[in-house]
């Protein structure tokens, strides 16, 4: 056996027992080309076997299925290979891009590089997801109309003040969370997830228990409020939820997703941050954290949160799904695990950079890289709500950053970027935030439903159903983004503030010669908030030499960020 497993190794790899050793670095046995030379070698091998009939049966079967097994290998290491060096290629790729941009301060670039690009290899699938499926989806779209669109639920009537919120404004983009939770006591999750499925009629199609739904909400919720996170608690994850719920149903994504589909992606918005520490995965692989052990500094915290929300499933009478068959339940639970996993924000430029390459042929789009993004971009998306839900969301969001930034102190760690309560400038984070993530990232969701219900519509139309033109779907955060950049960059404090220094804007301002009205310049131009999505969705070396990537104005026009640094007048 050992003469016959040293025909596999290449001859240079070969040494004799009484020699000395080479003073040189042995090949990598791993390596795809000398993983090719052993099939070479092999082949070779197997003529000479075959040749030789007192050999042919046995030796024969051995070395083909020798072979078969290393031309697997061979492809599985290619593939990892190349999706490794592209993780790395798109991490710097970001980093670059993020690092030249000339009018961003240090720590929001600091924070940016090290919130949304990945230090360590994430987890990667190797088994492709399944692809959307083609026309027999098109047949549910008029079954879902009704169902997405109707203000009232199947439920039994409830006319508490809270449900009475859910039934006028669930369909809101931007619905007051905060009020709402304040209706339902802080736990907004017993009435929102029933109400929710209840739209799609998933509670009568997969039988759920009430009762036990309620249960396993009221679980959710004390999960939530565990470590009494400023942001990250109960009501962070009922605005995912029903944010969530708006993207799938207001453009009409809804129809083309199956029932296990929905009711997964739902389950992932309400479940996907519960259990959260109020501190960043950064923070538990520095301290050693005992999460960090568990989870291998892997996506810690995101792990962490869909293995508490299974576990709460075994408490007894909370097990909303009892009644789904293995193989629904399976489904669920692997959609469920890869979008939760896909809000970490160290993933957020691969995720991107994967789902721009795909929309090229809209149609190798798989469902579950679709639903990834949508959770994604529902998690990040409260900027584009109204101002004084932006706001209060922001606030909330720096105070825990804050107290992550008072515990490393306390710890004798430096400050992480933006947790330094005497140093973090918050306005000019939130422009970098809107410029660098939000804005390619949802006009990118934007462009992901455009084209794939273009596709179903496509489809549906050659199977020979009445042609129907496609009428692309609404973006209500096009506006949104575009005031909430303007007051933020309101209150972007000048590079050289001094006593006088707002007089001298002021003065500035007025001598210089006015300009043309937004509404005339507008008019023919596309959105400034789609502008910039194009200009950040790729490096332009160019642009961060003649003073950064454009963004969107104030006025709603596009100008250069130093321009707009002048023309800030600064509030004492």
């Known amino acids: 056996m050992a003469n016959f497993l040293a025909n596999f190794v290449p001859p240079k790899c070969q040494n004799?027992?009484?020699?000395?050793?080479?003073?040189?670095?042995?090949?990598?046995?791993?390596?795809p080309k000398n993983i090719a030379n052993s099939i070479l070698r092999l082949e070779e091998l197997k003529k000479s076997t075959l040749a030789n009939t007192k050999h042919q049966n046995d030796s024969g079967d051995v070395l083909e299925q020798a072979l078969s097994i290393l031309r697997h290998t061979e492809s599985i290491i290619s593939s990892i290979r190349r999706a490794s060096v592209g993780m790395v290629s798109e991490d710097i790729e970001a980093q670059t891009m993020i690092s030249s941009v000339e009018d961003t301060p240090k720590a929001v670039k600091e924070w940016l590089a090290a919130t949304f690009t990945k230090q360590i290899f994430g987890r990667r699938q190797a088994v492709e997801p399944p692809k959307f499926r083609s026309i027999v989806q098109a047949v549910r779209a008029s079954m879902y109309v009704d169902k997405i669109t109707r203000k009232t639920?199947?439920?039994?009537?409830?006319?508490?003040?809270?449900?009475?919120?859910?039934?006028?404004?669930?369909?809101?983009?931007?619905?007051?969370?905060?009020?709402?939770?304040?209706?339902?006591?802080n736990k907004p999750f017993r009435g929102l997830f029933a109400e929710v499925l209840n739209r799609y009629g998933l509670v009568k199609r997969f039988k759920i228990n009430l009762h036990h739904l309620e249960n396993y909400c009221a679980l959710v919720e004390n999960g939530y409020n565990l470590h009494g996170n400023p942001y990250h608690n109960a009501i962070h994850g009922a605005d995912v939820l029903i944010t969530t719920h708006n993207l799938i149903s207001s453009t009409g994504f809804a129809a083309w997703m199956t029932d296990i589909e929905i009711l997964a992606l739902l389950f992932s918005a309400m479940i996907h941050d519960v259990e959260h520490t109020g501190t960043t995965n950064n923070f538990h692989i520095c301290t050693s954290s005992p999460l960090t052990i568990m989870y291998n500094d892997r996506s810690v915290l995101e792990n962490h949160h869909i293995s508490s929300a299974y576990r709460y499933l075994d408490q007894p009478d909370s097990n909303p799904f009892d009644k789904l068959s293995k193989d629904d339940f399976r489904e669920m639970r692997g959609i469920a695990v890869e979008a939760v996993l896909g809000t970490d924000m160290s993933a957020h430029f691969t995720q991107i950079k994967n789902m721009?390459?795909?929309?090229?042929?809209?149609?190798?789009?798989?469902?579950?890289?679709?639903?990834?993004l949508i959770l994604h971009c529902a998690d990040i998306s409260h900027p584009t709500k109204t101002w004084d839900l932006h706001k209060k969301w922001t606030d909330n969001l720096m105070e825990e950053f804050f107290c992550?930034?008072?515990?490393?102190?306390s710890l004798g760690l430096s400050n992480s970027p933006l947790c330094n309560r005497a140093e973090t400038l918050i306005p000019e984070s939130q422009v970098g935030f809107?410029?660098?993530i939000i804005i390619p990232s949802m006009n990118l969701l934007g462009d992901m439903f455009d084209a794939l219900l273009l596709?179903?519509?496509?489809?549906?139309?050659?199977?020979?159903?009445?042609?129907?033109?496609?009428?692309?779907?609404?973006?209500?955060?096009?506006?949104?983004?575009?005031e909430n950049r303007k007051r933020w960059k309101e209150l972007v404090t000048p590079k050289e503030e001094t006593p006088a220094v707002n007089g001298r804007i002021k003065e500035e301002e007025e001598s210089k010669p006015p300009s043309r009205p937004s509404s005339q310049r507008n008019s023919t131009e596309e959105s400034p908030?789609?502008?910039?999505?194009?200009?950040?969705?790729?490096?332009?070396?160019?642009?961060?030499r003649n003073g950064g990537p454009k963004v969107a104005a104030s006025n709603g026009a596009t100008t250069?960020?130093?321009?707009?640094?002048?023309?800030?007048?600064v509030t004492p």
């Not at 721009?356 to 469902?367: D, E, G, I, K």
């Open 455 to 482: 596709v179903q519509n496509e489809e549906a139309n050659a199977s020979g159903n009445k042609p129907t033109s496609y009428k692309k779907v609404d973006r209500p955060w096009d506006s949104r983004l575009a």
């Open 153 to 185: 639920s199947q439920a039994p009537v409830d006319v508490s003040p809270a449900a009475q919120m859910l039934q006028e404004q669930l369909n809101n983009w931007d619905i007051d969370v905060f009020k709402y939770d304040g209706l339902t006591t």
């Open 356 to 372: 721009q390459n795909a929309l090229f042929n809209p149609s190798t789009v798989n469902r579950n890289t679709a639903m990834t």
């Open 16 to 31: 004799n027992e009484n020699e000395a050793p080479e003073d040189k670095v042995k090949p990598d046995p791993l390596d």
């Open 560 to 569: 250069e960020n130093k321009e707009q640094s002048v023309s800030v007048e």
């Open 434 to 436: 809107i410029d660098f």
């Open 529 to 544: 908030v789609r502008q910039n999505s194009k200009r950040h969705s790729q490096t332009d070396p160019a642009s961060s």
């Open 404 to 409: 992550q930034g008072d515990k490393e102190t």
